[in-house]
Nanobody
Framework: QVQLVESGGGLVQAGGSLRLSCSAS??????YAWFRQAPGKEREFVAA????????GYLDSVKGRFTISRDNAQNTVYLQMNSLKPEDTAVYYC??????????????????WGQGTQVTVSS
């Protein structure tokens, strides 16, 4: 059974950093992505990475602050979050797909999801 297991969330002050991790088992993953969902809001795309490790895209508001990367030997994807802001507060979800086509920022592209990890940024 394929699973995505996330870790790394927590509470941090504005301007601080966190690194999220997500490990997959049981299947070859072409693309990983991170999404987030704040209370009362829709789940939104944050970042995606290709199988080769090249970042595909970022949400405009996180460009220059967040970096997505992956370690294929460890079947793990990371989201390094720097210069965090209170508006980054959300539950962050790891997502994965074995498809090589389709719009990377669409939720429906991804058929595997992690359980979510809470990130809280205090002002």
């Amino acid at each position: 059974q394929v699973q995505l297991v996330e870790s790394g969330g927590g509470l941090v002050q504005a301007g601080g950093s966190l690194r999220l991790s997500c490990s997959a088992s049981g299947r070859t993953i072409s693309r990983y992505a991170w999404f987030r969902q704040a209370p009362g809001k829709e789940r939104e795309f944050v970042a995606a990475v290709s199988q080769s490790g090249r970042s595909i895209g970022y949400l405009d508001s996180v460009k220059g602050r967040f970096t997505i990367s992956r370690d294929n030997a460890q079947n793990t994807v990371y989201l390094q979050m720097n210069s965090l802001k209170p508006e980054d507060t959300a539950v962050y979800y790891c997502a994965a797909t074995s498809d090589y086509s389709g719009a990377y920022y669409l939720r429906r592209l991804y058929d595997l999801w992690g359980q979510g990890t809470q990130v809280t940024v205090s002002s």
